[in-house]
């Protein structure tokens, strides 16, 4: 099994929707979550962390709940800017630092 | 902020030849990785660091090799390039969560991306 799964999509919206992309990861040890957006032929950036309690950014909205071991990101009234693959990242302290990847949710948002 | 950079946004070898991928990174982070991502099979961990002179296989090490001589330094080296080995590499950087305070989510911070092309 994977450790970190996501929806690849694609997701293709109307400018103004709402979209939400769903993640569940494996291992119940995992600590920190993040969501990251990556643009065709560039490197991946950080989004938006994950917290227990929920985050808001402007638009976007995270959620993580550790019994389901579930994290979701909604965007609220797309833009076309916001089309871009959306990774979902899980975190746990190993041997250092160690990262568990989705492989990416493709969004485009249409005019 | 914290940089992190790749030596070269885009290289052509041969079948064969030496290849350096560099990265340097200005936050004295003591995690280093050098990642492959191809279209599909997402990321895919080649090697890390956690620190000077210390590395880790990831999960695809097999026809590379690692350098991490300095703390900000981190380098992939393949031996003998073989054109399966065509990709987008990327280089990122973490502190331990939790370190340097508050703000510090321990996230990565990935340089540009070396674009390889092995003929």
């Known amino acids: 099994r994977k450790e970190v799964e996501q929806d690849p999509g694609p997701f293709n919206v109307p400018e103004g929707a709402t979209v939400a992309f769903n993640c569940t990861y494996s291992?119940?040890?995992?600590?920190?979550f993040f969501w990251y957006r990556q643009d065709c032929r560039k490197e991946p950036k950080l989004l938006m962390s994950v917290y227990s309690s929920g985050n808001e950014d402007g638009r976007f909205t995270a959620q993580l709940n550790r019994a389901s071991q579930y994290i979701s990101l909604l965007i609220r009234d797309s833009k076309l800017s916001d089309s871009a693959t959306y990774l979902c990242?899980?975190?746990?302290?190993?041997?250092?630092?160690?990262?568990?990847f989705g492989t990416g949710t493709s969004l485009t948002v249409i005019p | 902020d914290v940089k992190v950079t790749q030596s070269s946004r885009y290289l052509v070898k041969r079948t064969g030849e030496k290849v350096f991928l560099e990265c340097v990174q200005d936050?004295?982070?003591?995690?280093m990785f050098w990642y492959r991502q191809d279209p599909g099979l997402g990321l895919r961990l080649i090697y890390f660091s956690y620190d000077v002179k210390m590395k880790e296989k990831g999960d695809i090490p097999e026809g590379y090799s690692v350098s991490r001589e300095k703390k900000e330094r981190f380098s992939l080296i393949l031996e003998s390039a073989s054109t399966n080995q065509t990709s987008m590499y990327l280089c990122?950087?973490?502190?331990?969560?939790?370190?340097?305070?508050?703000?510090?989510?321990?996230?990565?911070?990935f340089g540009e991306g070396s674009r390889l092309t092995v003929l």
């Open positions: 990122a950087s973490s502190l331990l969560p939790g370190l340097a305070g508050g703000q510090n989510t321990g996230e990565l911070f």
């Open positions: 936050m004295d982070h003591e995690n």
């Open positions: 990242v899980v975190n746990r302290i190993g041997t250092g630092n160690q990262f568990y």
């Open positions: 291992n119940s040890a995992s600590q920190s």
